[in-house]
């Protein structure tokens, strides 16, 4: 697609239920990263995944958080469990090498 | 360690005024690239600009200008005759470690009265 593509852009959820948000990133960028947003952490670094490469989970808060690129496109972040604190802007970017980043428009979790 | 510090966390002006955005940044690599990214009230972070810590060139695009100054550690983002919909949230980021990983200051919100 055009940009990268995010869903839902809105999530309300139960505290204790588990989410799943969605990214598309612009076809042919190899590389995609979720961060997230919040107010009181600014904007954190959660996943990285570039080609077949193992991701780099190191910016995942808890083993609450995963997330999978299927055919090395579309990311699936997945949160269980959820808490009050997870509640935020969840961004993914994609970019074809290295740090030119395209942003979607983000998915705002709140947990309630 | 790796810091990105927007020490101006809101900067209100009226139209068609000046205003400059304050970036200082912290890294120990000896070659880094800086970037200034664009978050309007939409959500989407709008790329604005890259640049290679070799290069200390300022760059003007339009109404935007970068001062780049390695011995201030310093990348200050200058907006001329500032419009309504320059209003935004404003945010520097520096690679952590030569990385692919950003972080992010915590960025200064722009609001440009009429």
């Known amino acids: 697609g055009a940009g990268v593509s995010q869903s839902p852009s809105n999530k309300v959820t139960e505290k204790g239920k588990d989410v799943e948000l969605r990214c598309d990133p612009i076809s042919g960028h190899t590389a995609l990263y979720w961060y997230r947003q919040s107010l009181g952490q600014g904007l954190e670094f959660l996943i990285y995944?570039?080609?077949?490469?193992?991701?780099?989970k190191s910016g995942l808060p808890s083993d609450r958080f995963s997330a999978e690129r299927t055919g090395g496109s579309v990311s699936t972040l997945t949160i269980q469990r959820t808490q009050q604190e997870d509640s935020a802007v969840y961004l993914c970017?994609?970019?074809?090498?290295?740090?030119?980043?395209?942003f979607g428009s983000g998915t705002r979790l709140t947990v309630v | 360690a790796q810091k990105v510090t927007q020490a101006q966390t809101e900067i209100s002006v009226v139209e068609k005024e000046d205003v400059t955005l304050d970036c200082v940044y912290e890294t120990r690599d000896t070659t880094y690239y800086l970037f200034w990214y664009k978050q309007p009230p939409s959500g989407e972070l709008v790329f604005l600009i890259r640049r290679n810590s070799f290069d200390e060139q300022n760059e003007i695009s339009g109404r935007y200008s970068w001062n780049f100054q390695k011995s201030t550690s310093s990348f200050n983002f200058t907006i001329t005759a500032s419009q309504v919909v320059d209003s935004a949230v404003y945010f520097c980021a520096l690679p952590v470690d030569s990385s692919y990983k950003l972080i992010f200051g915590s960025g200064t919100r722009l609001l440009v009265r009429p």
């Open positions: 970017a994609s970019s074809h090498s290295g740090l030119g980043y395209t």
């Open positions: 995944f570039q080609g077949n490469s193992a991701p780099d």
